[in-house]
């Protein structure tokens, strides 16, 4: 780093996330991660998001690991134009991510002050946090950035470019040239497709970057992570990094329930899991992020009954809890009708404990990269709804090249807001759900067997000698080397 208030002692990583559960949470565990190898582990976030984070922070220092958060303001509402207390994404209507995102631009000075303060060994930054680029540079202090996303969907967009048709009628396209030829669909590619001031910056800040940290396993992935470290090191001579499952890290019951917001009924959820038999619950979660309409939670209501299969379905957004708003998508004696059967959660699951109990055999998901990660993590096969950002790739990685997973529907259909009118309707659930969950066909059991060996090769992966544990002691060798080139040089 060439400056003389260079720390002794461990290597000390700052780690500074995009404020939304789906970069949070992740990043966090990888803090978590890296402490436990020993490295001092600093989370930068705001008051809001430093509250929820507290109870993960304070047990795992308490366990003695270096793990420690430091608090920096979130700008000014009159600035941002944001209401006050609006730190995190999903406290933000869909329509103002926009907002969200050009307030990130405000939190450079906060950040300048904290590097020059606690001058890292290395910065973890969020992707969209573009300008820490330039800012890690003229500091010498390495940039690793997190996209939040894996190999195969970051390997995808980089090469979008080469295969998406001029003709802009066209609606589907297959990329070729890669070991499993993918469908691709116009208008299911991430919105940030079309930003192109925001990928100028993206690729400008990863070319100024020290390399890239994904969460994932080689194994998982294995011909994309492949891709994806050659074609980082020859396009801008950056290295790439595989550090996941970060679920895994997490291997007490209690440091599981710490993740993200504190989970309603908890207890309740997990003794009614306990009364199940293995194999026999379809778990259904969209995420931190997901709003449906009303007839769209009609419907999925609708679909889980006639599909006479048992189900844990959460139901996140404002929707739910609300007596007078429930009457608009709850059908009238829905929970009474299936009550033994079904669960309704109302706001946060504890998703990676519920995963992981034996009687959940198949998981309704909408391809967020960590649901993906978490579902392998614990051997679930999937049926895919992807709804935005990326999620659609993610739905080609999980089908048609793990073979882990089946879609709710086939061809292309987006819910989100005003495309929301294409619903998909109650039979189409209750025909897949019904189908699939506590057996199935030959090819479901396929499907199901595949899930299992993935969930086994994610466990060795984390262990010492698997591919991750190795990557990480890459990571941290050469840090640690960078450390004391720093050193020689003051
Ligand atoms: N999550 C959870 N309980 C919930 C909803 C979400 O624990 O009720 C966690 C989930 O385990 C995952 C994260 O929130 O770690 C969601 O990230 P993902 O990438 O799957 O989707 P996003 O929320 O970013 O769309």
């Excluded at 420690?68 to 933000?92: K, W």
């Excluded at 709003?291 to 189900?311: R, T």
């Excluded at 404990?353 to 392998?376: D, I, K, P, R």
């Excluded at 060996?453 to 990571?475: P, Q, S």
């Amino acid at each position: 780093m060439g400056s003389s208030a260079t720390p002794a002692g461990p290597l000390h990583m700052l780690f500074f996330p995009l404020m939304s559960p789906g970069h949070m949470i992740p990043m966090v565990d990888m803090a978590r991660l890296f402490a436990t190898r020993g490295v001092r582990s600093t989370v930068v976030t705001t008051p809001v998001n430093a509250a929820n984070l507290r109870r993960t922070v304070d047990s795992s220092a308490a366990r003695g690991l270096l793990l420690s958060l430091h608090v920096i303001p979130f700008p000014d509402p009159a600035a941002t134009g944001l209401a006050p207390g609006q730190e995190n994404l999903s406290a933000v209507p869909t329509a103002h991510f926009n907002t969200f995102v050009m307030a990130l631009f405000h939190f450079q000075a906060p950040l300048a002050a904290v590097l020059r303060d606690l001058r890292p060994d290395a910065l973890v930054s969020d992707s969209l946090f573009t300008w820490t680029a330039d800012l890690a540079l003229e500091l010498g202090i390495p940039r690793l950035i997190f996209h939040g996303a894996g190999a195969f969907p970051l390997f995808v967009l980089t090469n979008l470019v080469n295969y998406l048709p001029l003709d802009p009628s066209t609606d589907s396209f297959i990329m070729n040239g890669l070991p499993h030829p993918i469908r691709l669909y116009r208008n299911g590619l991430p919105e940030l497709v079309d930003n192109f001031f925001m990928l100028k910056l993206l690729g400008e800040a990863e070319a100024k970057s020290y390399g890239v940290v994904v969460n994932t396993f080689y194994d998982m992935e294995p011909s994309y992570v492949d891709y994806y470290k050659n074609k980082n090191k020859n396009h801008h001579g950056i290295k790439a990094w595989c550090v996941g499952p970060v679920s895994l890290c997490c291997r007490a019951a209690e440091e599981k329930a710490e993740r993200g917001e504190p989970p309603a009924d908890r207890n309740r959820v997990l003794r009614w899991l306990d009364s199940k038999t293995a194999g026999s619950v379809v778990y259904v979660c969209f995420g931190s992020l997901c709003h449906f309409s009303g007839p769209q939670l009609k419907e999925i209501a609708l679909g889980l009954e006639a599909s006479g299969k048992a189900f844990v379905w959460v139901v996140r957004q404002e929707a739910a809890g609300d007596a007078a708003a429930e009457t608009e998508w709850m059908p009238e004696g829905f929970e009474k009708r299936v009550e033994g059967r079904g669960l309704v959660v109302r706001g946060w699951a504890p998703q990676v404990e519920v995963l992981g109990h034996a009687a959940v055999g198949w998981f309704v998901t909408h391809c967020g990269w960590n649901s993906l990660q978490e579902s392998a993590c614990a051997g679930v096969p999937m049926i895919t709804w992807p709804l935005f950002h990326e999620q659609f790739i993610n739905e080609a990685l999980v089908v048609d090249v793990m073979g882990v997973g089946v879609r709710m529907w086939e061809g292309f259909r987006r819910n989100r807001l005003e495309e929301e009118k294409v619903l998909v309707r109650a039979e189409e659930v209750a025909a897949v759900v019904g189908r699939v969950v506590g057996g199935g066909g030959e090819d479901v059991e396929a499907v199901a067997r595949k899930a299992r060996e993935y969930g086994e090769a994610a466990g060795k992966a984390v262990e010492d000698g698997g591919a991750t544990y190795e990557d990480v002691t890459a990571l941290i060798q050469e840090l640690e080397g960078k450390r004391k080139e720093g050193r020689k040089e003051e």
